[in-house]
């Protein structure tokens, strides 16, 4: 039966994977041994051999069930650092070929030449050094566009980030996606690069944290390989950072963050970054960096709402049952959640795994008792501490009153109504005392406050206005 070489073999890889993959991942492939059916690849680092399995495994696996031998599994090891390459290209561009029985027919050793050439070693530490500095993150499977929940808080981000994953021509450059913690930002930002990945796999994409860029920038400063850094992130298709807002007040990086940004938007190429406010807010970061951040589209990933938090919880639920189809959760207990859970999708998500858990472990329904017992120190740590000032401030703003007014001694009807407002919500809302509440507004007593909190629990049910008024202010203040 005719052989095959390691070369030829990667020769098909390279077709199938693209130029870019097969110059990052394949290329740096050895093949130690081929043995009862299992065939070694040596990897330069064990994250590079992971990478591989996870992302081109199926694919080497399909090339090589063409082999004789019959190979059923891959595994991978790593490469010794400067060990002589038993098999694949050697220094004369020779190749080892792959035999009937599975063994390797050694290439001849090259005669010496002057200069020196790059030995295996060295060619092995150069690409090293390439992967160690375009290594993208890894991708969270989860996070793509069919799980993420869309309501008004992130409808535009939500769109503008599909408009870019469509691969269509670039049109908002960059993309800067900005919001507190746990509103979806890296879940868009992950969905983008599984989206692209899947509609072009030859696509250059990287996508990594501005952690990762800082660490990369000084690795290359280190090992005096600045021209291999720049050229290497300035010849991307699409650059993905997240949480741009630590490279601020790091000089060297945010400067070489800047060139880089300019040369990929010269060149028409799509940027996409995210951080927990926007680009003028950042603070220490230059006036000429925050302007260029801001020159495409900025979209804020607003905190959820209820409706929002409910559905998300809706979503876990549903995928929890394909798995569990005998989960049982009682009446109220997602609505009680989205209520007491405001501040954090990622706490929401994970009381709601904490649950399932428990409930699976030890077969129980998940009951409103089950969820207060199993929950108690989250839902402690979730309470909203608001203050009677913030209340007060708030339902200032929302009648389009001074604050003084509104706590001060005035009765008119466009004051004291307002002021009923916020004593209500100030006794719903909070856990202070009546007196003490008095006294934050201006001094008044507790049976003012009394009276007044009356008041408006009867006129929620006559004046749909009020009602509707006192809503809107509860959802914005526990938002």
Not at 309 to 329: A, E, N, T, Y
Not at 354 to 369: K, P, W
Request: glycine share 6%.
């Amino acid at each position: 039966m005719a052989t095959m070489s390691w070369g030829e073999l990667k020769d098909n890889l390279r077709k199938k994977v693209g130029e870019h993959n097969f110059t990052n991942w394949i290329a740096p492939l050895e093949l130690d041994s081929l043995k009862d059916g299992v065939a070694t690849l040596s990897a330069p680092s064990t994250y590079a051999g992971t990478y591989v399995q996870r992302n081109f495994g199926d694919v080497i696996l399909g090339e090589m069930g063409a082999l004789p031998d019959n190979v059923r599994r891959i595994e991978f090891s790593v490469a010794r650092r400067n060990a002589p390459s038993q098999m694949g290209a050697s220094a004369s561009g020779q190749t080892a070929t792959l035999n009937d029985n599975g063994t390797t027919a050694p290439a001849p050793t090259p005669a010496p030449s002057y200069p020196p050439r790059r030995t295996a070693g060295q060619d092995s530490d150069a690409r090293s050094m390439q992967e160690r500095m375009l290594q993208p993150a890894p991708l969270d499977p989860g996070c793509t566009f069919d799980c993420f929940i869309v309501g008004k808080p992130n409808e535009l981000a939500h769109a503008a980030a599909r408009r870019v994953a469509s691969g269509a021509e670039v049109e908002f450059n960059p993309l800067f996606l900005y919001g507190g913690v746990g509103l979806g930002k890296t879940h868009l930002m992950h969905a983008i690069a599984w989206e692209l990945k899947a509609t072009n796999p030859a696509l250059n994409v990287v996508y990594l944290s501005a952690e990762q860029f800082m660490y990369r920038f000084v690795q290359a400063l280190r090992d005096r390989k600045m021209m291999d850094f720049k050229s290497l992130f300035r010849n991307v298709d699409v650059l993905m950072v997240d949480d741009v807002q630590f490279i601020a007040g790091k000089d060297s990086t945010q400067e070489e963050f800047f060139h880089t940004f300019n040369a990929l938007i010269e060149h028409n190429k799509q940027i996409i970054l995210s951080g927990d406010c926007a680009p003028n807010e950042i603070k220490n970061l230059p006036p000429r960096i925050s302007s260029r951040l801001s020159s495409g589209l900025v979209v804020d990933l607003h905190p959820t709402d209820y409706e929002l938090r409910l559905g998300i919880l809706q979503s876990k639920v549903d995928v929890f049952r394909m798995k569990h189809p005998g989960l049982v959760v009682a009446d109220g207990v997602l609505e009680f959640l989205a209520h007491r859970i405001s501040t954090n999708v990622r706490v929401l998500e994970g009381a709601l795994t904490r649950l399932f858990a428990f409930a699976s472990l030890v077969g129980r329904e998940i009951t409103m008792d089950l969820t207060q017992d199993c929950l108690s120190d989250v839902l402690r740590s979730s309470d909203r501490k608001l203050t009677i000032e913030e209340i007060q401030r708030r339902v200032a703003e929302h009648y389009n009153i001074r604050l003084s007014d509104m706590i001060g001694p005035k009765r008119v009807r466009s004051f004291a109504r307002p002021r009923q407002v916020a004593m209500y919500l100030c006794k719903k809302l909070t856990s202070r005392s009546l007196p003490e509440i008095g006294r934050r507004f201006g001094g008044r007593d507790h049976t003012t406050v009394m009276h007044g909190v009356k008041r408006i629990e009867e006129l929620m049910s006559q004046d749909s206005q009020i009602a509707d008024d006192l809503e809107m202010l509860r959802r914005s203040l526990e938002a």
